[in-house]
T-cell receptor, first 113, second 112 residues
Framework: EPEVTQTPSHQVTQMGQEVILRCVPISNHLYFYWYRQILGQKVEFLVSFYNNEISEKSEIFDDQFSVERPDGSNFTLKIRSTKLEDSAMYFC???????????FGEGSRLTVL | QKEVEQNSGPLSVPEGAIASLNCTYSDRGSQSFFWYRQYSGKSPELIMSIYSNGDKEDGRFTAQLNKASQYVSLLIRDSQPSDSATYLCAVVTSGGYNKLIFGAGTRLAVHP
């Protein structure tokens, strides 16, 4: 069964460092998303991406965040200068139809020290 | 701010009982509604989608939607210990572009 894959599963970084989280969405999917979940809190929308551009972003997704689909298969989230409050589980998701029936990856846990 | 509200629980039910999970949403223009299940330490997994008023059944799960009351519910019949998880209500907001907003989730515990 096709699945969304994310790497790394866990990354520890120092405050102020740049982090890139990688995702390989399901191959025939057209809509891509990043969500985050701080421990014990709700799943929060960060950004949606369609047709090689951001279609929507939340207020969390400030200038420190960026997304790219560099090669037609990978979908990356970059955090330019990490803060302590960026510590969270980051989920990539994709869907073919854009209806909200999302397939999630297993997540990348980011710990900022 | 478009919100999705759920009782955090825990909702504790005995094995074999019906579990009833509820959700309200603030965006009256929303048209698409979803229930996801999240096991501890895992990613959300889609269980049900519902787009029209009324009931939609899939196996042991029934989703119910009332747009006038801005209310969505999920019934789980014959609850099993393996159903113990957090259930997330999610709504695609109107005026957005496929932006799916999640509630904080209701933790369900099914005890043998």
């Amino acid at each position: 069964e096709p699945e969304v894959t994310q790497t790394p599963s866990h990354q520890v970084t120092q405050m102020g460092q740049e982090v890139i989280l990688r995702c390989v969405p399901i191959s025939n999917h057209l809509y891509f998303y990043w969500y985050r979940q701080i421990l014990g809190q709700k799943v929060e929308f960060l950004v949606s991406f369609y047709n090689n551009e951001i279609s929507e972003k939340s207020e969390i997704f400030d200038d420190q965040f960026s997304v790219e689909r560099p090669d037609g298969s990978n979908f990356t989230l970059k955090i330019r200068s990490t803060k302590l409050e960026d510590s969270a589980m980051y989920f990539c998701a994709s869907t073919r139809s854009g209806t909200g029936e999302l397939f999630f990856g297993e997540g990348s846990r980011l710990t900022v020290l | 701010q478009k919100e999705v509200e759920q009782n955090s629980g825990p909702l504790s039910v005995p094995e074999g009982a019906i579990a009833s999970l509820n959700c309200t949403y603030s965006d009256r223009g929303s048209q698409s509604f979803f229930w996801y299940r999240q096991y501890s330490g895992k990613s959300p997994e889609l269980i049900m989608s519902i787009y029209s008023n009324g009931d939609k059944e899939d196996g042991r799960f029934t989703a119910q939607l009332n747009k006038a009351s801005q209310y969505v519910s999920l019934l789980i019949r014959d609850s099993q210990p393996s159903d113990s998880a957090t259930y997330l209500c999610a709504v695609v907001t109107s005026g957005g572009y496929n932006k799916l907003i999640f509630g904080a989730g209701t933790r369900l515990a099914v005890h043998p």
